[in-house]
């Protein structure tokens, strides 16, 4: 189980500081309706790929999921692999927008847009967020939707 603690303690081993109560879950955003209907099938057979975001001290840090176990890939993670940094510096301008029920996220470096989906949080419990970010085992206690609203404001105020 990922819950904050522990997810707090892998950025903290890894060499960041994590900052309270802004960690969601996101996935890659489909580039277009072909993609998302695969991406959709991917993900009946676990091959969808979902990231811890975590605000941290001076940068935005993705660690993967694994696709079998609701938790971070702890030996790649710890090692770096698959781990992406975001510094706040290399961040031009972020957009957030209502996409179904979830929240497309685009991030506006100098040379590339990273596009990423969250799942709104009145359905996380239902939802893969929801696997990924529990908190206990009542199975409606998660970090995500606890932390949905903050986190997005956040990324709205990054690049100003």
Not at 30 to 51: C, H, M, V, W
Not at 92 to 116: A, K, T, W
Request: some cysteine; overall charge neutral.
């Amino acid at each position: 189980m990922a819950d904050t603690k522990r997810m707090n303690q892998i950025l903290s081993k890894i060499g960041y500081e994590p900052e309270e109560g802004k960690m969601i879950v996101v996935s890659y955003a489909p580039e277009n309706l072909s993609d998302r209907i695969a991406k959709l099938l991917g993900s009946i057979f676990q091959t969808y790929n979902f990231y811890a975001f975590a605000f941290c001290k001076g940068s935005i840090v993705l660690l993967p999921f694994s696709t079998y176990w609701a938790d971070v890939k702890k030996e790649a993670v710890l090692k770096k692999e698959g781990v992406l940094e975001l510094p706040y510096s290399a961040i031009r301008d972020v957009n957030v927008s209502e996409s179904g029920l979830s929240y497309r996220i685009d991030i506006q470096l100098e040379d590339e847009v990273i596009s990423l989906m969250a799942q709104q949080a009145e359905l996380s419990a239902l939802r893969m967020s929801g696997m990924y970010s529990l908190e206990d085992w009542t199975f409606i206690n998660n970090w995500h939707a606890k932390n949905l609203k903050g986190t997005l404001k956040a990324l709205k105020g990054i690049a100003g």
